[in-house]
């Protein structure tokens, strides 16, 4: 017989519970769903609870999926955006910062879509674009990502990762006025998502979107700081075992390009409801 080591299959259904629905008989999307082969691992395996988030770490995919990866977020961990940047190939200089950048959508001051109505990359791209010739310079850039998702780079920015900043889909339907960034360190985000507003208000891209019934993209929405990472001992150094992964969500394949995995590219997979499932 060969000595070939044992293979390991991680699935990861990053937030499929939810919260439990009173208009469902105070059960979760989980509990509804027709999922016959998880019921049957569920039964027949080993059932565990694990603390994937450190005590007094807030609690985000990122740090959950960092350490279901066996890297401790208290010593790797600097934010999210760096992570999704590193995935764009963006590379962060001494000093520079990384900030999530949603296009979203505003109604009457308060959030109408953290997607803008899931605009397309060809939109999106199309704004980021302009954004980067009305309002970008030597310190300040923007990277277009997939979707609403992109990315804001800050040269000489650390001060900016003072303020309190929040997600935008953590506040639907409510005023904005009341979660834009505050404190120390955030004038500066503040100000560019001013000035982002005009911009995409007359952009080609939204006219016609609103002409088409569609859901326009008002303004960005900047969160989700942080520095250049640290250096990350590569998976098969930590563990002697070599990975690959799939993901529609760009913060999974930016830990796995810090830790040298290989990331299967899957026509099909996103991180929405059309994700291709069988062949992922």
């Known amino acids: 017989m060969g000595s070939e080591r044992m293979k390991y299959f991680v699935l990861i259904i990053d937030g499929a519970a939810g919260w439990p629905l009173e208009e469902r008989g105070g059960k979760t999307c989980l509990e509804l769903a027709q999922k ?26 990122a740090c959950a999926c960092m350490s279901i990866m066996g890297y401790d977020p ?32 505003v109604r009457d001051g308060k959030m109408w879509s953290f997607s803008s109505g899931h605009i397309t990359d060809d939109e999106s791209h199309a704004i980021i674009k302009s954004l980067n010739k009305e309002m970008g310079d030597e310190r300040i850039r923007f990277h277009p990502g997939v979707g609403y998702r992109h ?11 003072e303020a309190i900043c929040t997600p935008p889909h953590d506040i639907p339907d ?38 088409q019934g569609k859901i326009p993209a008002s303004m960005i929405w900047l969160f989700w700081g942080g520095r250049r990472v640290p250096d990350f001992p590569s998976f098969n ?15 999974l394949e930016g830990l796995a390009e810090l830790t040298e995995m290989a990331i299967l590219e ?9 994700n291709d499932y069988a062949a992922q």
Do not use: W
Request: proline share 7%.
């Open 36 to 61: 016959p082969h998880l019921d049957a691992m569920a039964r027949e395996g080993l059932v565990g609870l694990a603390r994937t988030v450190p005590e007094g770490m807030e609690p985000s995919s």
């Open 74 to 105: 208290r010593t790797y961990f600097s934010g999210r955006g760096p992570i999704e940047a590193k995935s764009m190939g963006i590379q962060l200089e001494g000093g520079e910062v990384a900030f999530r950048c949603n296009t979203v959508a």
């Open 151 to 161: 990315i804001c780079t800050i040269k000489d920015g650390e001060a900016c990762l």
């Open 174 to 211: 409510q005023p904005i006025a009341d979660f834009l960034p505050h404190g120390a360190g955030s004038e500066l985000l503040l100000d560019l998502m001013e000035q982002s507003k005009p911009i995409m208000e007359n952009h080609p891209v939204n006219i016609a979107r609103k002409y």
């Open 237 to 251: 150094e930590r563990f002697g075992l070599k990975a690959a992964m799939t993901s529609g969500v760009g913060l």
């Open 266 to 274: 899957i026509p099909g997979v996103t991180d929405n409801i059309d």
